[in-house]
Every structure is written in structure tokens, then in C-alpha cells.
């Protein structure tokens, strides 16, 4: 139960670092591009953030969730409930 978990704990958190790069990557090959409008570049880092952001949304949310299938696994171990 617990490897199912984290397993796809570790899904959802490559899929947004996934996004965060290729967000990083669309920056840096406009930046490449001459001449390069500062409203281009603040598109760009805006869509960097907001990757960021969700990522720190979701790898908190997987977080929690851990702990909380942990925390009830120890406790179940704990009460005896297991055969």
C-alpha cells in the first residue's frame, strides 16, 4: 500500500518538475533570440512561477498525504489490527 503511494507521489511531483524545466527551457531559448522584449521575458517568468508554484502546491498536497498513510499504517501496527 504504502509503495502504490508514494509511487505515485513520485509520478505527479516528476510531471510538474517536468513542466518547470520545459518552462526554464522556453526562457532561456528566448533569451537566445536578439532583440528580446521585456515583455516577452516577463511572459516567460511569469509561466516559470506558476510552474513553481503548482509544483510547491502539489509536493505539498503528496506530502500530507504521505504522512497521513503513514501515521494511520503505524497507528493500525500499533492497535494490534494486523494479522
Do not use: H, W
Not at 21 to 30: E, I, K, P, R
Not at 40 to 66: A, M
Amino acid at each position: 500500500m504504502l509503495n502504490k503511494k508514494f509511487r505515485a507521489a513520485q509520478k505527479v511531483i516528476d510531471r510538474e518538475v517536468s513542466l518547470v524545466v520545459s518552462a526554464t527551457n522556453d526562457l532561456t531559448s528566448s533569451l537566445g533570440s536578439v532583440p528580446v522584449r521585456v515583455g516577452e521575458i516577463t511572459g516567460f517568468l511569469d509561466g516559470v512561477v506558476q510552474k513553481l508554484q503548482s509544483l510547491k502546491r502539489k509536493v505539498n498536497k503528496v506530502l500530507l498525504c504521505n504522512r497521513c498513510t503513514v501515521t494511520y499504517m503505524y497507528m493500525y501496527l500499533e492497535l494490534g489490527n494486523y494479522k
